[in-house]
């Protein structure tokens, strides 16, 4: 046998061998049943889904099915996973009218010590003079700011009204007690601000 010889029945063999792979190959990728997806896994009745996830249609209800059931019967209907946001628990402030989805913010310290305050995401904290003011300009929204008096002293927020359009008014004064004190104001972009 030549050299040629050997080296060519040598290829053949491993290109024949590499067919059969691939044949094989083929064949078992298109015998392979196809899968259904599970519409009702198991997981939706185990703890603590269970409580958690609504179950599709037609699946067997689970314990936060018999409890939708159980509300709307009862005429006091919950969605599931409906948490209310900081913002939404407490009272409005105030009302302001935001200008291309943005709004300026005139901050008056009105305490004798001065106020770090910090517009969260737009600024770094900053320091507010005592009886000093600053005009915010173009905040976009929704926005936060946050107050710390350096004397450690409560601090209560003021809205003041302000004929200008997209212009907030806030006055920092000194609070009384822990109930009367705000660190944090949220302006939404609806609008609304919120103090807490």
Known sequence: MNFTTHLTAKSF???????TGIVAFSSTSTAAPTSQVNPCPGIYYQEPYNRLVVVPQGCPPNAMMTQLVNEQSTGNPMMPNQQS?????????????PQMGKVSVLLKNATNTPITYQVVGSTQQRTLAAR???????????????????????VRVMP??????????LTLNGAMGLSD???T???????????Y
């Open 181 to 183: 004190s705000q660190t």
């Open 160 to 169: 003041i009204a302000n004929s200008e359009l997209g212009v907030l008014d």
């Open 13 to 19: 063999g491993i290109v024949l061998g590499s067919l």
């Open 85 to 97: 946001l900081p913002e939404e628990q407490q009272p409005v402030l105030a009302t302001i009218m």
């Open 132 to 154: 000093a003011e600053i005009m915010l300009q173009a905040l976009p929204v929704p926005t936060t700011l946050t107050f710390l008096r350096s004397d450690g002293g409560l």
């Open 185 to 195: 104001v949220r302006i939404q972009s609806s609008g609304k601000v919120n103090a």
